[in-house]
């Protein structure tokens, strides 16, 4: 690898099903060779960030991601204030594991009890507003966020931050702020290679998948194996070289989308297939 580059793959630990043992996800990271891995809150939830963060060491495996805060827009005050509780834990987790990336999600219009015409030009408005304490409570515990935007099609349930092009905008606004590229999100944005030239150094992760074209009656790309589907892989590696990028990356796939393989195969085969990219 050269030189100021992290090394290797990490992988998140979305991929695993419910009831799948944190320290057997660990085991299969460090057997596989991941050198990280992203957490998340059912992840955290499962043993106290001491035992944790012993249980990653004795692995020599680092986090490369929190998952996820931010959620802005519940206009429920109740579930507004849980979340304000949910991120300052999630912030003290990342402080305390030392992550890469605290990964900041705005959160959609289903959080209003309902959406009104016009709603989404002040929801994004709104978010600007409330980013700027949580970026504050971030950085005085030298905790480093990175904002993700994602696709449209999650305008409704997850995301109103969509383009790479608003996520500069927001990180011209906070200049505490950084952003997560995810891949699957943002493999078809015009704008990616334009925006990593000039905002590569508030890159704070890059989250790697494959992303399979819809067949038949499925209308929505879904995730695979980096092998597989529409994102050319080494291409995007030799960019993210050429811009400087020297930050980790990070396998994202979620437990449905194994398609029969286990959780240790899959894992063994996002470590050989981002090698022979990065090698290629």
């Keep these: 690898m050269p030189a100021g580059y992290g090394g290797g793959l990490a992988i998140n630990h979305y991929i695993t099903p419910e009831g799948y043992a944190l320290e057997r996800f660990l085991d299969d990271c460090a057997e596989a060779g991941a050198t990280g891995v992203g957490l998340t809150e059912r992840a955290l939830a499962e043993m106290p960030l001491e035992r944790l963060g012993q249980a ?52 959609g219009l289903h959080d209003y009890a309902e959406a009104r015409p016009g709603d989404l030009k002040r929801v994004r408005s709104r978010v600007e507003q409330d980013l700027a304490p949580l970026i ?16 449209p099609i999650r305008i409704p349930n997850k995301s109103t931050l969509n383009t790479l092009a608003q996520t500069e905008r927001q990180l011209a606004h906070h200049p505490g702020l950084g ?89 063994r085969r996002a470590v050989a297939e981002f090698g022979a990219a990065w090698e290629g």
């Design 179 to 267: 952003f997560v590229l995810d891949m699957f999100h943002s493999w078809w944005d015009p704008d990616l290679e334009e925006v990593l030239e000039r905002s590569v150094s508030r890159l704070r992760l890059v989250q790697l998948t494959g992303v399979a074209q819809p067949r038949g009656d499925v209308l929505l790309p879904v995730r695979c194996p980096l092998g597989e589907g529409l994102v050319d892989l080494p291409a995007l590696l030799a960019t993210l070289r050429s811009v400087g990028y020297r930050g980790h990356f990070e396998f994202e796939l979620f437990a449905p989308d194994l398609r029969g393989a286990t959780v240790a195969e899959a894992i």
């Design 136 to 151: 504050d409570a971030a950085v005085a515990r030298d905790v480093r966020l990175g904002l993700e935007p994602m696709h």
């Design 56 to 107: 990653l060491e004795e692995r020599s495996l680092r986090v490369t991601s929190v998952n996820s805060a931010g959620f802005f827009l519940w206009d429920d005050p109740q579930k507004a204030l849980r979340q304000q509780e949910i991120n300052a834990a999630l912030i003290h987790a990342a402080a305390v594991l030392g992550a890469d990336a605290l990964v900041t999600i705005t959160g």
